[in-house]
Structure formats: C-alpha cells, structure tokens
C-alpha cells in the first residue's frame, strides 16, 4: 500500500514534508510558525498557483493560496507512537506550573470564549482549558500566523475526527452566528418541503432551490456524491455539544466568515481508530467539501 494509505510517525511526517517541498518547489513552500511545548517545528505548508490536471483546482489556486498544517499537536501525536498504550492521547503534552496531570485540550485553548461550559479547568480532563488563552505554544503559534494573515484568508477549516459533520459557529453558546442562514440549512428545510409541495423538478426551479441551500449543507452534499458517505451538518454547539475555546469560533470572531470543523470518518464503528484503507476515501470527500466552500467563497469574494 502507499504512503497516503497509511499512518506515519512525526519523524517520518517532517521527511514527507521535506520532500514534497522538494519535488514541488514550484508548487509548495514550507513555513516554519514556531516551536511546540517540546521543541519541534510547526509548519504550514503554503499551496501556490499552478497548472494542474483538475479543472476546478486549476481556477481555485489561481484565485487563492491554501495553508495546510499537517499536523498541530506534534508532542501529542508523537507521544501516541512513543507510548502505544495512550494511542488516543489528544491533549497537548505541556505541563504547567506544579500539576500531577499532563496536556492541555488545544480545542479548549483558543480565545473564544475561553473555559466557559464545555471546557474544565481541571489539568487531569480530556478537556482541560489550559492555565489561560493561547497557554500553549501550538495554539499561540497558530493563532498568531491566523492574526498575521486574517486580511487575506478568506475561510477557515479544521479538520478532526470522528463523526461525519460539517460544523460551523458557534460551538461556544447555542446561539446563532450571524451568518447562520448562509452556513446553515434553514433554508434547504423549508425549501425541500416547497419542493415536495409543489412537486416540481424543473431545472429552473431546482436552481432557484440550490442557489439557497446552505454551505455546509452544500459541503456535506460534495461528500455524497464523491464516496458516497453521510455527513450531517449543522451548528457546532446545537449539533453535538457546547464546547468553547475552539480554533473555529475563534478564527469566526476575528472576522474569518467561513470557518468549519470538519469531523471525518467513521460514526462509530472504529471511531479515532479508523482502518488505513479508509484514510484515502476520507482524504478524497473531505477535499470534494474543500472544494465546494472555496468556490463558495470565489462567487461570493
Ligand atoms: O470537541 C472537539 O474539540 C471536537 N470534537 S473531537 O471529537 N474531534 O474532539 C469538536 C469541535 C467543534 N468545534 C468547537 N468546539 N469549537
Ligand atoms: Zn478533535
């Protein structure tokens, strides 16, 4: 099997980064952002435009850059191969001040909301917030590159596992974002019931109806007709739980419009273990929904 149908160690991913870089050198670049807890280099890749084979990514990397960081919780990750018995180790790996436990949850940490419900300030949970905002150096590494360059990215996405969503703002209060019409289904609802009503498949009307359906409804519908997987989609804190402190909420408030969490493969059956021969479908659809939000956001620059 290839090296995408695979997991890889740190080590092993930082000599990936390297040659790519190397073979690609008219495509990519690798920007170093700064130092984890236990000093290794964080990297964003930076995608820049190029003739490709894919009609679609051609037009889309002629208008926009893509920053792709492989991997934030390079401490964590690497622990999990270090120490196979903690293989769903998924805080940090930082320790602060004189606390018995280790790691702070880096989807806790961000300046949204910070440690409000659906977080714990207690240094022994999965879900613990960290001593205050950006604690971490990952966090702060990220958000700072995000800051640095928030007048020109134009969406946001993270990617997690496991549940099959599309999420969008907010994840820290049950509240509606003020863009929620446009993320959300609202409309799609309402719609496919005037659909049904009227029973009509026109092509005019079945355009009228698509050009109001929602973006990660729109995302969530890439996926389908890619692999043919389900993923639901839907606001972070209505659709799974309230959890503040994410990098989504928080690249959203800086004034980030488009900014999703994407949960990939599966719903349950292997959940954070997910078989490698499901990594490549799942890299295939969540790419198929990247491609749907950005060329959401080139008709509507
Ligand atoms: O709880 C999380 O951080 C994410 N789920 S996971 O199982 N991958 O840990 C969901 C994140 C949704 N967005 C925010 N909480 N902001
Ligand atoms: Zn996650």
Redesign the pocket.
Known sequence: SSYYENYHSMKEIYRWMDTVVQVHSDLLQKIYIGSSYEKRPLYVLKAIHVRERDRTMTTLLEHFDFYIMPVINVDGYEYTWSHPSNRLW?KSRSSHGNSKCIGTDM?RNFDAHWCGPGASHSECQEIYCGPYPESEPEVKAVARFVRDHKDTIKAYITM??YSQLVLFPYSYTMNKSKDHEELIDYTSTALNMLKLLLEEQSPVVLDILKRYESLAQKAAKAIKRTTWKTYRSGAGAQTIYLAPGGSDDWAYDLGIKYSFTF?LRDTGTYGFLLPPREIKPTCLEALSAVKEIAQHVLQNL
């Open positions: 998924r989807n997690h596992s949960e």
